[in-house]
């Protein structure tokens, strides 16, 4: 083993959303036995020296006892986790010509390192090697757990390794990555069905007006209901995820580390229902250095559900204000400011007051405390909630009797209402009724003045605002979607205007 000498490998760090390939430059030289690893990485970087060091060893293999220098580059984008490990890793050995360098150039590696030379699972590996293959990269190694992930990204070689000799000996072109993963695949959760809901067919009309144009709404009712048990049915009607859409919402995920084993690529709208004592990091993504994906974007292109929406801070509902407007959210940290997409379609549920009976005529709250309850839901914020619903109790007859629609039914016409809107907006890149931007509406879409009078008459009286009457014909769309129509009537613009009723009367 030669003692001094230089290698160099290549991995991929992820900055919140955005990747960019990583330079690992390793130099074995004279001086004082050591080893340092610069390039602004973070804590978990440096332990990374003792994972190499042992790593190195417990894989027969010689760590050299010279002063080992290890540069991550560009050296000012900050640099966390423990995905460089076996590239720090290999760099080294390739200095020390314990390994052929001959498919590094076009090689990223990723994955981290355990004492014993095994390769962990690491998050984010589907973005990391989309961004690898946009620079030219060809071959990819990760660790055996990252495996059926990393095989989304087509065109990339991707091979699977257990540990740190099974990737010296690929180098050396005496072993053969796996290419499959040996581990137990997870059974995907089962969406619970429409048809077990009970009653509640105002409550259901709305949720598929939204699940047709991604509308947000709040229902409110006395508990027990069925709010929640609507709320958590919405994904069985949506249709499924695009293929852009698929590989997009599975890379948060990724990021995130909440992909199923065994089934990585999410295929169906995520639905994500955070507990009501949840707070704005949590909600909308934190940690430390840079942030990390919050509910918001763990639920993009899906349905995020606040129940007990009442119960939460009026501060923390007010802070999906922006993401609700943009469809991404913005979060600065010490290390940045994290970029994630977030276009989610919100769902609330709340009951109309603290005590909560099962019949309002039972409730023990003055006016004041009622108004108070509903007060944290601001005005901005519901200026935003296309549908609001009142949800009563059902009948006995309705509870006992009730032959409610599948899921399967009511997801048939929701796909052919989005289909309807994605060849009207396709040539502007929506995908949905709830994307299209108020000033297109007003301007290259516009409606004839008599359909357009409701709002009009809403508008003078001050019952709306201009974003309630954008997101109103928004709403229009959607219903004339639904009934199969070229574009909405005046019926459908009255109708969409008293889904917007802040008592959800219609």
């Known amino acids: 083993m030669r003692q001094t000498g230089f290698g160099r490998t290549h991995s991929v760090g992820l900055n919140a959303f955005a990747a960019q390939p990583i330079e690992i430059q390793a130099n074995s030289g004279q001086g004082l036995p050591g080893f340092t690893i610069s390039g602004l990485i973070d804590a978990s970087l440096r332990e990374a020296r003792d994972r190499v060091r042992s790593a190195i060893t417990n894989s027969e ?16 984008l900050p640099k966390a986790g423990a995905t460089f490990d076996l590239g720090i890793a290999l760099a080294i050995l390739v200095a020390t010509e314990q390994v052929s360098g001959a498919r590094l150039p076009h090689t990223v590696f990723l994955g981290e390192l355990a004492l014993d030379g095994r390769l962990r699972p690491v998050r984010g590996v589907l973005p990391a090697l989309v961004q690898a293959r946009a ?10 757990g990252n495996v059926t992930e990393a095989a989304l990204v087509t065109d990339l070689e991707v091979g699977g390794a257990h540990g740190l000799p099974e990737v010296t000996r690929w180098l050396d072109g005496d072993h053969v990555l796996d290419t499959v993963a040996d581990q137990e695949a997870i059974a995907r959760p089962e969406i619970p069905d429409m048809a077990d809901v009970a ?54 995920h990724s990021i995130a ?50 129940d007990e929406c009442a119960e939460m801070g009026a501060k923390v509902l007010d802070s999906l204000r922006q993401p609700l407007e943009e469809g991404e959210v913005r979060v600065s940290r010490r290390d940045g400011v994290a970029t994630y997409p977030a276009r989610f379609q919100l769902i609330m549920a709340a009951n109309p007051c603290p005590c909560a009976p099962a019949h309002d005529v039972d409730c023990v ?6 108004r108070r309850y509903l007060g944290k839901l601001s005005g901005p914020l519901m200026d935003r909630v296309d ?36 060849d009207r907006w396709r040539e502007h890149g929506w995908l949905t009724n709830a994307e299209v931007p108020g000033s297109a509406l007003r301007q290259r879409f516009r409606l004839p003045t008599q359909t357009l009078r409701p709002v009009e008459l809403f508008l003078r ?3 709306v605002t201009a974003r309630g009457a954008d997101r109103a014909i928004r709403l229009a769309w959607t219903l004339s979607d639904l ?22 009367q219609r």
């Open 365 to 370: 709250c003055s006016s004041v405390t009622r």
């Open 387 to 422: 549908i609001r619903v009142r949800m009563d109790p059902p009948g006995n007859t309705a509870l006992m009797n009730s032959t409610a629609e599948a899921s399967s039914d009511i997801r048939a016409r929701v796909a052919q209402a989005r289909a309807a809107a994605v």
């Open 257 to 306: 580390g909440t992909l199923r084993a065994g089934h990585p690529l999410i295929t169906e709208a995520p639905f994500i229902a955070p507990h009501h004592s949840t707070s704005v990091t949590a909600l909308l993504g934190g940690g430390t250095g840079l942030a990390r994906p919050g509910a918001v974007s763990r639920a993009h292109r899906g349905v995020l559900f606040l």
């Open 199 to 252: 009653g509640q067919a105002e409550a259901r009309h709305a949720l598929e007006i939204a699940a047709a144009g991604a509308h947000h709404v709040l229902m409110t009712g006395p508990p027990g209901i069925g709010k929640t048990m609507l709320a958590r049915r919405l994904p069985g009607i949506l249709p499924p995820l695009g293929t852009e859409e698929s590989l997009e919402v599975t890379a948060i």
């Open 483 to 504: 009934k199969g129509t070229d574009r909405p009537t005046e019926t459908e613009i009255a109708e969409a205007l008293l889904y917007r009723d802040r008592g959800g």
């Open 461 to 463: 009286d001050g019952r």
């Open 61 to 76: 293999l010689s760590f050299p006892e010279t002063k080992v220098t290890v540069s991550l580059a560009p050296a000012d």
């Open 135 to 144: 620079c030219g990269f060809t071959h990819a190694v990760v660790p055996m």
